[in-house]
């Protein structure tokens, strides 16, 4: 199964989102740093940079870093 993602924009001075990704019954939650362009939240950038962590993340699952929670 593929890892996803969610997470909401930041509010106020917030410079991360809160990623929980998700692969089968395994959830992670992490801060990301969202890109901000000129001083202006990039909701593109943000998600490139999420994507890339969530393949790493990925990868951690794969090797068996992450493990569902009693394993």
Known sequence: M?????YNAPEG????VEVTFTDG???IERG???VFVDGVYSPS???ERVKRVGNAVANKIALG???PAGE
């Open 45 to 47: 950038k943000t998600e």
């Open 65 to 67: 870093v992450f493990l």
């Open 2 to 6: 593929a890892v996803t993602w969610t």
């Open 13 to 16: 001075n917030a410079t991360v």
């Open 25 to 27: 019954a395994l959830n």
């Open 32 to 34: 990301v740093n969202a």
